[in-house]
Every structure is written in C-alpha cells, then in structure tokens.
C-alpha cells in the first residue's frame, strides 16, 4: 500500500491506499445534470497514464505527426498538454488538504477542473489536487503528479489477484441502476431506473474495439444481453452482405473458444489492467476488453434471488423482491466520449471506412446509436 505526500513540505495528503487500474469511466460526462457516486472505490488509487487538464492545444497547432507520436491517429479537438501521471483518489480519502476559494469555479452544480487545481496542501499552501463533484461527473480527486511523492507505508503483500481468485472474490456490475436525476432539489430526490453509466461507457470502448477487428465486415455477437449491448450499433454501423465475423465471449471459467472465433471479448483485470488472453488456437483472435464487473454479469448473469426477510416477519421466510425494472426511456446506447476517446487511439482509424464513421458521430447520436 501507498500513501501520498506533499512534494513541497512533506505532509500526509491521503489515507494508505492500493492501486487499482483506472476505470475506463474516470473521464465520463453522463447526460445532463445527474449525480453520480463517487468514482474511485474507498481505499484504491488510480493513475492515468495520458496528459489531462490544462492547458490545451487545438487540433491545428499540434498535426497529425506528433499526435501520432502521441498515439492519436485521428483529429481531435484539443490535446492536454498538462503532465502525465494524474492520480485518481476518492475525495473521502484525502487528508490535510484545503480547497483554495478563489479556484472553486465549477460548471454547474458543483467543482470542476476548470480552475484546476483547487486543493492545496493544509500545512505548506502548495496546490496539490483537483476536487471534482459536478453534476454529470464522477466525484473524485485528481492528485497532482508533480506536487505529489507517492511513499509506501507497510510492507504487506500486495501481488494482484488471480483469475481463479477474482472468480471467487469478484463481483458483477449489474447494467440497470437508479439514476438520481435531481442535485440539490427542495422536491427532493427523483430516481428512475437506467442503463448504468458504467456499462455505457465500457460499450463505448468495446464497440471501437469491435469495429477495428471487424475490417469492415459485419460482426455477430450471442444473443441475449451482449446483443441488446452491442448488435444494434454494430449493424447500423457495418456494411451487410459479407461473411460476418463472429464475436464471443472468453475468460476465466468459460469454455474454451473455437478455433475459428474471430473475436473475443474478455475481461481486463481490475487491479493491473491487463487483459484476460487465451491459450491454443484462440490466441490469434481479437481480443476486446471489458471492465472485469461488465464482463462478469456478462459471462454469468446473476439470477434474481429471493433475499431474507427482516423485521417482523418469521425467520426462514423469504422476501420476493420484483427484479430491477427495465429502462423505460431508451434502448442501449454506447457512450461517445469512451467510444471517440478509444477509436482515435487505435491505428485502424486511419482507415477511410472508420475515419467517415468518426467524422459522422454527431449523426449516429441523433440517430440513437449512442
């Protein structure tokens, strides 16, 4: 485990924690005018390895080749130029920390990185962290790479799971969950049930990965809950007529793939990041990464189970709970910025056929795809 401290005095800035890898939602802008939770889980760090935050430079200053040199192989609208390396806390552990009033601009209903950074160090006053807890974004705090040292503070074991463990400990991300569509309000809070932003955002990456390995063929994924995810998208997406190229689901506890399965979509690992790769003939297929809780609830859905009752009711009787209600307001949609973020970072984007689907993304949102 790692603790964080201040680079100018040395103060304590955050409670001792373990790294996790980045969710794939950590920059996510949901709809318009939600709460979301906190991003990070209490007692995990995360780092992103890109520049974010201030300042910026457009498209037109930067060129394709040293986008390129970047990893980016199509245009954007900006680029960071902020430092790498921005670490990714839960706000509740911080400590000796101050936000800093004239840089608590934000949005709309709470702090942004508009003003970043806007925490500073208690005991110094050095800018140290950015707090985030506008509506629409993930609460979280954003550590500063460069006024941070990262110290470790046991000497405890700290090698990741195994699959095999992370099989038995792990758990599901369910895609349905209520959604608080007021911050704030004297009405008090008004939920409905939805699509969870965090499935809309694994899609969203998935989906440029599914493209990418499709070389412009149709793609055909299982039915069922993988299909209302993906296959809608996919056919508005991909040309018809050609032989489709076939998607499965592969990873810890599933059958062996087919030799002959183009395309795999497996789980990445939710402490290191790496992805789940297969053994034998599958190895040479395309491996698409899920979040290890998507992947989960994909792999093996979790029945609705009756759950004890409580109160005043005998022992050994069970509540039927209803199942969670299906979304009422839309079918599934891939989130664009997760979709963009990744499709521009894939070299298979320099492809006309991917580039026009890039460029017409505006479009494909209206039409409802995402």
């Not at 810890?252 to 034998?280: F, K």
Request: charged share 15%.
């Amino acid at each position: 485990m790692f603790g964080f401290v201040c680079a100018g005095c040395g103060a304590e800035l955050t409670t001792p924690l373990s790294q996790v890898a980045l969710p794939v939602h950590a920059h996510q802008q949901y709809g318009n005018g939600f709460q979301l939770p906190v991003l990070m889980e209490s007692g995990t760090f995360a780092v992103d390895p890109e520049p974010w935050g201030s300042p910026y430079r457009p498209w037109e200053e930067i060129g394709p080749d040293e986008a390129a040199a970047r990893g980016i192989y199509a245009p954007v609208h900006a680029l960071s130029d902020g430092a790498p390396g921005a670490i990714v806390i839960a706000p509740g552990d911080t400590c000796g920390t101050l936000l800093i009033p004239e840089k608590s601009g934000g949005y709309c209903c709470g702090l942004d990185r508009t003003d970043d950074p806007n925490m500073a160090c208690e005991a110094c006053g050095l800018p140290v962290a950015s707090r985030i807890d506008d509506c629409s974004l993930w609460q979280s705090v954003w550590l500063v790479p460069n006024a941070v040292r990262r110290l470790p503070v046991d000497d405890a074991d700290s090698a990741p799971l195994s699959w095999t463990e992370l099989m038995v400990e792990g758990k599901g991300t369910p895609p349905i969950e209520p959604i608080n569509a007021r911050w704030g309000s004297r009405l008090g809070s008004n939920h409905w049930w939805s699509w969870s932003p965090q499935w809309e955002a694994a899609a969203g990456r998935a989906l440029a990965h599914l493209l990418a390995a499709s070389e412009g063929r149709p793609v055909t994924v299982p039915d069922g809950l993988i299909a209302q995810v993906f296959q809608r998208a996919l056919d508005a997406l991909l040309p018809a007529g050609s032989p489709a190229r076939r998607a499965v689901l592969a990873g810890p506890g599933r059958p062996s793939p087919e030799a002959d399965t183009d395309i795999l979509l497996v789980p990445a690992h939710p402490q290191t990041g790496e992805v789940w790769t297969p053994a034998g003939p599958a190895a040479s297929a395309y491996l698409v990464p899920l979040p290890f809780g998507v992947w989960l609830w994909l792999a093996f859905p979790e029945p609705h189970l009756r759950v004890p009752a409580s109160g005043s009711m005998p022992d050994g009787v069970l509540r039927d709970d209803p199942p969670a209600p299906r979304p009422r307001h839309h079918l599934f949609q891939a989130d664009p910025g997760a979709f963009r973020h990744t499709l521009v970072r894939l070299p298979a984007v320099r492809s006309p056929w991917l580039r026009e689907i890039l460029e017409n993304l505006t479009e494909h949102m209206r039409a409802g795809l995402f």
